[in-house]
């Protein structure tokens, strides 16, 4: 049996056969028919695409296609990725050049100013950073913190140290806070310190350390204490004047006052002369006669010495004083205008109270402005109705005494009760308006406060306030 053989033939275009065309052979094999078999003609193929299995090479070539598709992807992918690595690269270069000149610059700034910048950890174990500043500040080497971080609170005053540590342990829970404080350097100097932190916290929100900038204050200090010196100095100079212009006021009364005890002690001398002269008189007599003009002079000199320190320029000073004897020689000092205005005036004094340590003439003085202004709001009330009352009490809780001075006058309006402690402001016709005020400033300076308040039934009520000595019994 003859197999079939290809015939060679013009490749169709549109045919997609490679150019071969299978015919079967003269002596082959008839159909099932009988028919005598024939040569199929080229022109009796069918002129449309055929379907063909692909061969070997074909295969290859397209599998060798895509091969060269995706490596043509892949080169693409990776010069695009070069490109951008090349643009993120130069700008990395650039943000890390204006990093570095930003921190040189601020280097620059930091170990070249006056103030001391340093970071911590929050637990203050490891110290991070810190300008050279901290030398001239501190006196000491600022390289020792990195080895020994607690160092800078050894060197500050121990007055000072636990406040200065609690406000760095505050900075954690409060995220920022400043204290002053003092810091000694080993040559004995010392130096006021203004120290400002804040808590540098991650993207979670904690805090990772503590930064802070330290400033020298000594100047700011120095003149601080300069004025304040001096202001005390002025008010000084204006309480005394003060205190004159008072005694000037009751300077008559007083020498009034002065007559009854030395015209006293001149008649009981006269009267021992002549006894001694007529030899009528009996030694008991005689001793009880010099005994009341010792004791006139006495009171007289009390007067005068009361005088004296009232009005006499010295130096502040504070001792242990019983507020109730304060109390007393006050109202013996104005009994005098009292007296002489018709005014009564009652003690209401709290037994067994402890010493305040005050300034006796500066606190006498604050009394003797709270009295006056009493007696002067009641010149127009009857002898019968006028009474001014002057009470002591203890107020345990706050550790204070209160002398409060209540008068029965018409009152204060409720926009003056506050205003009349301005310098100037005065209700009296004559007055000059700074008693109240300087009253004011010499309880604050003691640790205490004046104020007025208006009673329900008329009258006004004045309070003065001063903290009990440390460590006081009862006077």
């Known amino acids: 049996m003859s197999g079939s053989r290809l015939v060679p033939e013009k490749a169709n275009p549109r045919a997609g ?14 159909p099932p028919d009988g028919r005598a078999a024939r040569r199929i003609s080229p022109s009796f193929l069918p002129s449309g695409p055929t379907t063909t299995a692909p061969s070997a090479d074909e295969s290859r070539a397209r599998n060798l296609a895509r091969a060269l598709e995706a490596q043509s992807e892949r080169a693409s992918l990776l010069a695009r990725t070069r490109a951008r690595c090349r643009v993120e690269i130069a700008r990395r270069k650039l943000v890390e050049g204006t990093l570095r000149d930003t921190e040189a610059r601020f280097r620059q700034l930091v170990e070249h100013g006056d103030e001391v910048f340093w970071l911590t950890e929050p637990d203050l174990r490891l110290v991070l950073y810190v300008s050279p500043s901290y030398e001239r500040i501190w006196g000491r080497p600022f390289r020792r913190l990195y080895t020994h971080p607690e160092s800078w609170l050894e060197a500050v005053h121990e007055d000072d140290r636990q406040r200065a540590r609690e406000a760095f342990s505050a900075t954690v829970v409060k995220g920022q806070g400043d204290v002053e404080y003092r810091v000694i350097q080993p040559d004995g ?30 100047e700011r200090k120095q003149i601080e204490e300069a004025l304040r010196r001096h202001l005390q100095e002025q008010q000084a100079e204006l309480a005394h004047a003060q205190r004159l ?73 504070r001792e242990p004083a019983d507020v109730n004897q304060l109390v007393r020689d006050v109202t013996r000092l104005i009994g005098v205008e009292a007296d002489h205005k018709g005014i009564a005036i009652h003690l209401d004094l709290s037994p067994d109270l402890p010493l305040v340590q005050v300034d006796r003439v500066q606190v006498e003085q604050v009394l003797v402005n709270l009295i006056r202004n009493g007696l002067e709001a009641m010149r127009e009330c009857g002898p019968e109705t006028a009474s001014l009352t002057v009470r002591t009490v203890l107020d345990e809780q706050l550790d204070l005494i209160e002398i409060s001075v209540t008068d029965c006058g018409k009152g204060l309006p409720a926009q003056l009760v506050d205003a009349v402690f301005a310098p100037f402001v005065t209700t009296r016709p004559n007055g000059l ?42 006077a």
Request: aromatic share 4%; charged share 20%.
């Open 17 to 30: 056969t490679s150019g071969l065309t299978q015919v079967r052979s003269a002596d082959s094999s008839s």
């Open 189 to 218: 100097t010392v130096r006021w310190v203004h120290d400002r932190r804040f808590a540098v916290r991650d993207r979670r929100g904690v805090v990772c350390r503590i930064a802070g900038i330290a400033s020298d204050i000594t």
């Open 245 to 317: 212009g008072t005694m000037g006021e009751i300077a008559s009364l007083l020498a009034h006052e002065l007559t009854q005890p030395f015209a006293a002690i001149a008649n009981y001398i006269t009267g021992c002369v002549r006894q001694l002269r007529s030899q009528a008189g009996r030694n008991d007599e005689l001793l009880e006669m010099m005994e009341e003009a010792a004791a006139e002079a006495l009171r007289g000199g009390e007067i005068i010495r009361h005088l004296w320190d009232f009005v006499h320029k010295r130096a502040p000073e």
């Open 433 to 474: 308006g700074i008693g109240l005020s300087i009253s004011r400033s010499i309880a604050e300076a003691h640790g205490g406060r004046v104020w007025l308040t208006g009673e329900s039934s008329g009258g006004t009520t004045a309070r003065l306030t001063l903290p009990v000595a440390a460590g006081s019994g009862s």
